[in-house]
């Protein structure tokens, strides 16, 4: 059984920053790479960024290139999503994601899923 963990969240004036976490447990051994995601109100799901777990391969979404940052620790199992210069349209459920082979990564369909952690950014 896999469990991810999200922690972080919270509510901030636009311009200030936060940083997720996302602690990996059970199999983590089996993981490809790990992600985020976020749902705004209103909206659909959409992809945030992702890191593969060894070579640290990254990729982001346009919306948030430039200023979020996702990293991550091999002996910790866990992934990091520090989110800098917020704007009010980067309110959402932000939601850590894990991907346990490269198809699942390259077709952006995670297999694990964590439960969320709330994001809010005031003008």
């Known amino acids: 059984q896999v469990q991810l963990v999200e922690s972080g969240g919270g509510s901030v004036q636009a311009g200030g920053s936060l940083r997720l976490s996302c602690a990996a447990s059970?199999?983590?051994?089996?993981?490809?790479?790990m992600g985020w995601f976020r749902r705004a109100p209103g909206k659909e799901r959409e992809f945030v960024a992702a890191i593969t777990w060894y070579a640290r391969s990254t990729n982001y979404a346009d919306s948030v290139k430039g200023r979020f940052t996702i990293s991550r620790d091999n002996a910790e199992n866990t992934v990091w999503l520090q989110m800098n210069s917020l704007k009010p349209e980067d309110t959402a459920v932000y939601y850590c994601?894990?991907?346990?082979?490269?198809?699942?990564?390259?077709?952006?369909?995670?297999?694990?899923w964590g439960q969320g952690t709330q994001v809010t950014v005031s003008p």
């Open positions: 994601a894990a991907y346990n082979q490269a198809y699942a990564y390259y077709n952006n369909m995670p297999n694990y």
């Open positions: 059970g199999r983590t051994f089996s993981y490809y790479a």
